[in-house]
């Protein structure tokens, strides 16, 4: 079956705009993770989406950065005033235990 | 803070050798350990997984090996093929209410020579 998918697969804003990112995760999953692939900090933990219980956003690094998940399927992460250190790989997961999409690049010129 | 880590970030072996990649990690509460593959242009794909009740787990041509006592974790596979060639991260999860934050190291280049 699918895995998971993400969109767009390359993303270049100017600093300063608002970027949204997408995650399809596979159908049936309850949970989503977000996390963020960068050349200074390696892998790193966003936000964490487990049924309806509410979302451990403890990865935030900033009150720019949200995300939901709507209907309990898509989930969307969204950037405001995106600065460059923004730039980076933008991955997304429904099971640890098979892996992650091929990410979003974003890029924050 | 605390953190997992690699000691070599690059290894290259020859084509049937096995390979060992080796992580350290710090977090004494961390029960649960996950391997993942990451190829060019991909995300990390799981690779193998270990419980902290468990030393040694095994998979097709890969073995996880998990130290508590010196915190140390390593990944085995055994007769490498060049598809193998990869970055290789090892995750730690404290479990409990940091379900779903992994701790990820840092990885290790894995190339494959024919």
């Known amino acids: 079956g699918a895995g998971v998918s993400q969109s767009p697969s390359n993303k270049v804003t100017e600093k300063g705009k608002d970027v949204e990112l997408r995650c399809d995760p596979i159908?049936?999953?309850?949970?989503l993770y977000w996390y963020r692939q960068s050349l200074g900090q390696g892998l790193e933990f966003l936000i964490y989406?487990?049924?309806?219980?509410?979302?451990?956003k403890s990865g935030l690094p900033s009150d720019r950065f949200s995300a939901e998940r709507t209907g309990g399927s898509v989930s969307t992460l969204t950037i405001q005033r995106t600065q460059q250190e923004d730039s980076a790989v933008y991955l997304c997961?429904?099971?640890?235990?098979?892996?992650f999409g091929p990410g979003t690049r974003l890029t924050v010129l | 803070g605390e953190s997992v880590g690699l000691h070599l970030p690059t290894l290259s072996v020859q084509e049937g050798d096995n390979s060992i990649i080796n992580c350290a990690y710090s977090?004494?509460?961390?029960?649960?350990f996950i391997w993942y593959k990451q190829e060019s242009g991909k995300g990390p794909q799981f690779i193998i997984d270990?419980?902290?009740?468990?030393d040694k787990r095994q998979g097709q041509r890969v073995t996880v090996l998990l130290n508590k006592t010196v915190k140390h974790l390593s990944l085995q596979i055994a007769a490498t093929q060049p598809g193998d060639s990869a970055v290789y991260f090892c995750?730690?999860?404290?479990?409990?209410?940091?379900?779903?934050?992994?701790?990820f190291g840092q990885g290790t280049i894995l190339t494959v020579h024919p």
């Open positions: 997961a429904s099971s640890l235990a098979l892996g």
């Open positions: 159908s049936g999953h309850t949970a």
């Open positions: 989406f487990q049924g309806n219980s509410a979302p451990d």
């Open positions: 977090n004494s509460a961390s029960d649960y």
């Open positions: 270990i419980r902290s009740n468990m």
């Open positions: 995750a730690e999860n404290a479990g409990g209410t940091s379900y779903g934050k992994l701790t």
